[in-house]
């Protein structure tokens, strides 16, 4: 069995050369990540298009996924060789932008002290160290360092997300993003949501013509409002670095399998992030609590599997692609199939009101869940799954069928957004969109990539029309 679950591998210093990248798609890079948190604009669109030419040099398709920093606040610059912040030592923190201490940590937010209140607690950077605030005057905030540890450059400051008055996405967000869509990228990221609204505010066209919309999951106010932002988004992350910091460790394990199953349920691709293999950024190999970690999260149901410093800036980049693929193809051969889809159906029944069951949603839901039956009991060589803005091959995909999806589309946009969908090869089908002609340009392409032969037994989904709201044929069929 080929992998199934997808790699997203994020792009830096370390891997953004052309031969870096040429050995990145080798080794399994489904889709590429560009963090906007660092770096100018225009290095990152420099790094967009030469993405974009390996990929088409190498004739392979690989999904870019831009990641929005958000309302990021940060601490101003600690010395170059560091602060140690003791365990149990009296800090102050007060607006400024000259610099920080061990002593006077100064943040780059001027409403730092508005946003605060006694019994905050506060983590710095990936919560190396962490602060619990006691006291606030007209003049700074006192502050207990519960965690100890030491702090460099400008980390980040987490304050409480419900409080916090920077709006998601900031004007700056939403400039770089800007950009992005003019040049045609795939999907974004939606930094520090906390509600639909937040989601809605990304302004952009509905994908296809626009980007994947993907909100992180890293806020209390985000858990609290997940089923609304489901709605509102195409695709969700489990950031799970600053969750865990919002939320008790021993919680974020149940947090990371609820917003899996939820996003399931919706027919959303969902992303595993944060640390997944993070001692290969020095490492030639992982630890076996990661390689359990990252086969866990295949077992959950995601979609995708993210490697974030392993691969910007870790000595190890190409490495950690391939041993991210190995673990992840080996978790695809031992995952639960047969229940998986019925554990989606009753999700799905669980999920709808009476009244949705009747619409486009409830038929694309019985005919995916036939379909996957269908795949089982007839052992079919593959499904085609035709559909103009992914919407068929998505719901399919969600029901884990143990045979190869193949997603059939006339949309360019369409098949580079499929990239992140579980199981799913993207192809181009070029033709009208009468539906004889759909499946006859589908099997032939089909068949001239390699994947189908003669007499094959196969499945072929998809809408009546090419503008169906749902998906209502199925046909099984021999390959001429």
């Known amino acids: 069995m080929q992998r199934r679950t997808k790699i997203i591998a994020t792009i830096g210093p370390a891997s953004e050369s052309e031969p870096a990248l040429r050995k ?142 920077l709006p998601t996405p900031t004007d700056e967000d939403l400039r770089k993003l800007d950009a992005f869509v003019d040049v045609g990228v795939d999907m974004v990221a939606v930094s520090y949501v906390r509600s639909a609204h937040d989601v809605r505010r990304v302004g952009t066209e509905p994908h296809p013509r626009g980007p994947l919309v993907v909100a992180k999951i890293e806020t209390k106010s985000a858990v609290e409002n997940l089923e609304g932002i489901i709605e509102a988004s195409a695709a969700i992350m489990v950031a799970r670095g600053d969750l865990g910091t919002e939320f008790d460790l021993a919680d974020l394990p149940h947090l990371q399998k609820k917003i899996i199953a939820e996003c399931i349920a919706g027919g959303l691709p969902v992303i595993t992030a944060t640390q997944m293999l993070d001692s290969m950024i020095q490492n030639s190999s992982p630890t076996r609590a990661e390689a359990s970690d990252v086969a866990n999260a295949v077992f959950d149901g995601t979609s995708a599997v993210m490697l974030s410093g392993e691969t910007a800036i870790g000595e190890y980049a190409v490495e950690s692609v391939e041993t991210m693929a190995r673990i992840a193809q080996r978790a695809d051969e031992a995952f639960d199939y047969g229940r998986w889809a019925e554990r989606v159906a009753e999700l799905r029944k669980d999920s709808e009101t009476e009244a949705s069951n009747g619409g486009s949603q409830g038929i694309t839901d019985a005919m995916t869940l036939a379909t996957w039956r269908a795949a089982n009991e007839l052992e079919l060589a593959a499904l085609l799954c035709i559909s103009g803005s992914g919407f068929t091959v998505r719901s399919m995909a969600r029901f884990r069928p143990n045979v190869p999806i193949l997603g059939m589309t006339m949309d360019e946009r369409t098949a580079q957004q499929l990239t992140l969908s579980w199981g799913v090869t993207p192809i181009t089908i070029t033709g009208e969109l009468g539906y004889e002609t759909r499946i006859k340009n589908a099997i032939e392409m089909a068949k001239s990539e390699g994947h189908l032969e003669t007499n094959d037994l196969i499945g072929v989904l998809a809408g009546i029309t090419g503008d169906s709201p749902a998906t209502d044929v199925l046909r099984i069929m021999r390959v001429p």
């Open 24 to 165: 990145l798609v080798d080794a399994g890079m489904d889709v590429a990540r560009l963090g906007l948190a660092h770096g100018t604009l225009e290095e990152a669109l420099d790094r967009y298009h030469r993405i974009r030419q390996v990929a088409s040099d190498m004739s392979k398709r690989v999904g870019i996924l831009v990641d929005l920093p958000g309302p990021k606040i940060r601490a101003a610059s600690f010395p170059d060789d560091g602060s140690e912040l003791i365990k149990g030592d009296e800090i102050k923190i007060v607006p400024g932008s000259i610099g920080s201490s061990g002593k006077i940590v100064e943040v780059e937010y001027e409403n730092v002290l508005e946003d605060l209140l006694p019994g905050d607690v506060l983590p710095f950077g990936d919560g190396q160290v962490v602060v619990r605030v006691e006291n606030l005057s007209g003049n700074g905030v006192t502050a207990i360092i519960t965690s100890g540890g030491r702090l460099h450059g400008r980390p980040g400051i987490r304050i409480p997300s419900e409080r916090l008055s």
